[in-house]
C-alpha cells in the first residue's frame, strides 16, 4: 500500500501541454480517486511546470488543496527530486508512488532515482498526438485509446 502518491500533472491529471487544444480539464476518474484515498493517504503533485503556472494550474481546476512541486525541486539532469517529496512526508520512497505520463521518460527515470513505485499511465490528451509526434514519443508513451479513456478508477483500490 502506498502512504504517499504523487501525481505528474501535464498529460496525467489535465491535458498535455503540447496540446493544441488543451483547456483545463481534469481527467476522468480523479476526483474519485481524491476523494477514495484522501483520508488515509498524502497525496502531492510534481510538474516540471514553473510555479506560477502550475498552481494556476490546481487552482484553475479545483486542486489547489494539493501539495505543488514545481520547476524549483528538479535536478540539474531536470528530473523531478522525489526524495524531496519523500523527506517533507516523512514516508520511505518504497512506501511512495509516482504516477505520470512519462514525457520525455523524465517519470520513469526520476521514479527509479530515488527508489519510489512508478505507474505509467496513458497520456492524457483533448486533440490526438499529431503522427509526427507519435513516432517521435513512442519510445517512452503510452498513447491513449481515444474511443476508451484511460480513467483513474482503474487505480481505485489497488495503490
Ligand atoms: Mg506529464
Known amino acids: 500500500m502506498a502512504e504517499l502518491i ?33 483520508d488515509d493517504r498524502k497525496m502531492a503533485v510534481f510538474s516540471d511546470a ?3 503556472t502550475l498552481d494556476f494550474c490546481l487552482l484553475k481546476v479545483g486542486l489547489g488543496r494539493l501539495d505543488a512541486y514545481n520547476e524549483d525541486h528538479l535536478t540539474l539532469e531536470r528530473l523531478k527530486n522525489l526524495a524531496v517529496v519523500c523527506s517533507d512526508f516523512e514516508v520511505e520512497p518504497s512506501n511512495s508512488v509516482f504516477i505520470g505520463d512519462n514525457y520525455a521518460d523524465r517519470d520513469r527515470l526520476s521514479a527509479e532515482q530515488y527508489g519510489v513505485n512508478f505507474i505509467q499511465i496513458p497520456q492524457y490528451r483533448l486533440t490526438p498526438i499529431s503522427e509526427n509526434d507519435r513516432k517521435h514519443y513512442e519510445k517512452w508513451l503510452i498513447h491513449d485509446d481515444p474511443r476508451k479513456p484511460w480513467s483513474f478508477e482503474e487505480l481505485i483500490g489497488s495503490l
Open 6 to 38: 504523487i501525481f505528474d500533472c501535464y498529460g496525467t491529471i489535465v491535458p498535455a501541454g503540447d496540446d493544441p487544444n488543451f483547456r483545463y480539464a481534469v481527467r476522468q476518474g480523479f476526483h474519485r480517486l481524491l476523494y477514495h484515498y484522501e
Open 50 to 52: 514553473d510555479k506560477r
